[in-house]
């Protein structure tokens, strides 16, 4: 199984950003895709989750400014962040769990003020 995230980079603060994540290879059910983030020095935490039936759960410091969304056929997670801010700069890291857990490579975002 393998996540291929993309959609990374560098912003101005106040800017967006849209992340991508397919899923490939040999997944039975995926029940939760999500987002974590990883700044230089700090833990991993969680930005948002999915399940498959559409639910939702964000991180505080994010509501508001970014939308998780998923196509099941295309096995793919998305996130829309807007109203970018320089502490949303990370690493990100896309999730799926269901018949397993798997983590994407990570992309770095970079917000800049």
């Known amino acids: 199984v393998q996540l291929q995230a993309s959609g990374g980079g560098l912003v101005q603060a106040g800017g967006s950003l849209r992340l991508s994540c397919a899923a490939s290879?040999?997944?039975?059910?995926?029940?939760?895709m999500g987002w974590y983030r990883q700044a230089p020095g700090k833990q991993r935490e969680l930005v948002a989750t999915?399940?498959?039936?559409?639910?939702?759960n964000y991180a505080d410091s994010v509501k508001g400014r970014f939308t998780i969304s998923r196509d099941n056929a295309k096995k793919t997670v998305y996130l829309q962040m807007s109203s970018l801010k320089p502490e949303d700069t990370a690493v990100y890291y896309c999730?799926?769990?269901?018949?397993?857990?798997?983590w994407g490579q990570g992309t770095q975002v970079t917000v800049s003020s």
């Open positions: 999730y799926v769990a269901g018949s397993g857990a798997y």
């Open positions: 290879g040999s997944i039975v059910s995926i029940i939760v």
């Open positions: 999915i399940t498959n039936g559409g639910s939702t």
